[in-house]
């Protein structure tokens, strides 16, 4: 005979007030995804008249060979951080959308998929702020190994 436990039996009811939470919270997620998207494309639009300034401010003050590719190094890093941060607004847009449609139609399956995004959303927040931790600490590190060495 098989035992079931206390947490497998456990169902979980949301009541009028967390559903007016959950409500709420999609209205904003669906508006700060759609702002994120604005300020990716700002970003995008910005790589791209970044390269040409950054190029010729380069060439005018006579930076030497690279000055001129500074731009183009500009630009890249501009397109880096929009693509990095696309990820995080995405799911966050799934999110807000999945639980705006699963409280109009009633759906459970398209609550559980928001939720899911927004389990998507924040692990990739988490991932991306360890590796910017750990980034820091390099530097932070190598900074001091280099004062040490450079004395």
């Given amino acids: 005979m ?3 436990s206390v947490f497998e039996k456990f169902e979980l009811q949301l009541d009028q007030t967390a559903k007016g939470f959950l409500k709420e919270i999609a ?3 669906y508006f700060l995804s759609i702002l994120g998207f604005v300020f990716i494309g ?3 639009v910005i790589a791209v008249f970044a390269g040409s300034i950054f190029s010729s401010m380069g060439a005018m003050a006579q930076m030497g060979a690279l000055g001129g590719s500074f731009g183009a190094i500009m630009s ?3 397109i880096f951080i929009a693509a990095l941060y696309f990820f995080p607004v995405y799911y966050l847009n799934k999110f807000a959308t999945n639980a705006k449609r699963a409280f109009k139609d009633s759906d459970t399956e398209a609550l559980t998929t928001s939720f899911g995004y927004l389990k ?4 990739f927040i988490g991932i991306m702020m ?3 931790l750990v980034l820091y600490a390099l530097i932070f590190v190598f900074g001091i190994l280099g004062a040490l060495l450079g004395r």
């Fill in 42 to 44: 700002l970003m995008v």
């Fill in 76 to 78: 890249a890093f501009y």
């Fill in 27 to 29: 209205k904003w997620a």
């Fill in 2 to 4: 098989e035992e079931t």
């Fill in 120 to 123: 998507s959303h924040y692990k």
């Fill in 130 to 132: 360890l590796s910017v």
